[in-house]
């Protein structure tokens, strides 16, 4: 029998709990670590269309890389929306788990996933930052093709087009302040979902190339990768559970 706490379990193994930052609000938000589950509805975020679709299919636990209640709740009005996300939840007897950064810096989590996304070669790194070589070398114009048809999403490019990129370094979601980082572990370009400006001002002059990528686009592979891997657990052992990816996108 698959529970909530053993879905905990097999996260925590994977991406341990008590690595998370400090504000993070990862583990498992509503539910009971008892309650038996069937059907894993798996999202980016929990938001009331993700809890519409968990509804839809019959999921009794929701995993999402990015938690509610960052901050601390004073109420649950239903006028305000997470609070209106949390009570729909609760009625519907719907647990909640969430592997945030943990997942992000953990070996085999979001970061190292993105990057064989991309298809680096060579990756290495620690902690939320990693970094490997391209295939082969490409003008910052072609890795912009390049990085739109591995993640099929829009990229932003911020470097002159001409100058070429051979090692890359990245940090899911918005981790543009790494590209320092990066540049001294020999990357002439960074990946994030979100570059701030005078970040992306501050590389390009150090001849750093720069790719803002989407937040969403950069951490739902790895969200995705962890589907995967909750599936052929479930599988190994016999559980008669099904994993769902949620088919919507961070806005729907």
């Not at 690595?19 to 894993?40: A, F, M, R």
């Not at 910052?140 to 087009?161: E, F």
Request: hydrophobic share 40%; proline share 3%; net charge negative.
């Amino acid at each position: 029998m698959l529970t909530v706490g053993e879905v905990y379990r097999f996260i925590d193994r994977k991406a341990p709990f008590d690595t998370q930052e400090d504000y993070d609000n990862s583990g498992i938000l509503l539910g009971h670590p008892d309650e038996q589950v069937h059907h894993i509805l798996v999202a980016l975020d929990c938001t009331m269309g993700v809890v519409q679709e968990a509804e839809e299919i019959g999921a009794d636990l929701i995993v999402t890389h990015h938690p509610l209640m960052f901050s601390p709740r004073k109420n649950l009005r239903e006028d305000d929306g997470e609070a209106a996300i949390l009570c729909r939840l609760i009625r519907g007897h719907k647990a909640l788990i969430a592997a945030h950064t943990c997942l992000d810096r953990a070996p085999g989590g979001i970061n190292d996933v993105l990057a064989e996304a991309i298809g680096l070669e060579h990756i290495t790194g620690e902690d939320f930052l990693r970094v490997g070589d391209l295939p082969h070398p490409m003008t910052v114009a072609d890795c912009t093709l390049w990085l739109q048809d591995h993640l099929q999403t829009v990229v932003r490019p911020m470097g002159k087009s001409t100058n070429m990129v051979h090692r890359v370094g990245l940090c899911s979601g918005a981790g543009s302040e790494m590209w320092q980082q990066a540049k001294e572990m020999g990357a002439d370009a960074f990946v994030s979902g979100e570059i701030h400006h005078h970040h992306a001002l501050a590389a390009c002059q150090q001849g750093v190339a720069c790719f803002e990528c989407g937040h969403a686009a950069t951490e739902t592979v790895g969200i995705f990768a962890l589907a995967d891997a909750l599936q052929k657990h479930a599988d190994a052992v016999q559980w008669n559970v099904r994993v769902t990816k949620s088919l919507l996108n961070a806005y729907d």
